[in-house]
């Protein structure tokens, strides 16, 4: 049986080849909504999660009060870079939608403003945890469908883009 291995890059700097971490090693309990106490090898910690970016496999987390942020490479990341594909394939986008259901908590973008890959677009409340809804192109904003402070459900249209 073969373990998948991982590298996570740590605020940038320090970078850890993983393999999946097996649940006997690893002793989580959560503790409220986002917040866990974590036991592995004897040491303990407090982990409070700030943000899940499934789709850059991005997580923000504040480990014991000290902001983190963690990037995670699976085996496809890795092999891709490796060929040197790696740079960013360019595609125009007609809408960013909700990946969840959530409460709208910001809007960083105006009509008429251009965007492009990465830049964060939406602030979603989901489950008591801010989620950071970022351009998965680029294009222009056309129109702002929602509004700050009212729900949305899963699919639903935030932005327009042309």
Do not use: C
Request: no cysteine.
């Amino acid at each position: 049986m073969q373990t998948e291995k991982y590298i996570a890059t740590i605020n940038e700097k320090a970078t850890l080849q993983l393999t999946a971490v097996v649940a006997s090693e690893l002793d989580a309990v959560q503790t409220d909504k986002g917040h866990f106490h974590v036991l592995h090898n004897g040491k303990s910690y407090l982990a409070e999660v700030i943000s899940v970016d499934k789709q850059s496999k991005e997580v923000r987390l504040k480990l014991n009060g000290k902001p983190q942020t963690i990037k995670l490479q699976d085996g496809y990341d890795q092999l891709v870079e490796k060929m040197g594909l790696s740079a960013n394939i360019v595609h125009k986008i007609s809408a960013i939608k909700a990946p969840m259901p959530g409460l709208v908590l910001s809007i960083l973008v105006e009509p008429g403003q251009e965007v492009v890959h990465g830049e964060p677009m939406v602030i979603l409340e989901a489950m008591k945890m801010e989620n950071i809804i970022k351009s998965p192109g680029e294009g222009t904003v056309k129109r702002i469908v929602v509004a700050k402070g009212k729900p949305v459900e899963k699919g639903e249209v935030l932005i327009e883009m042309v």
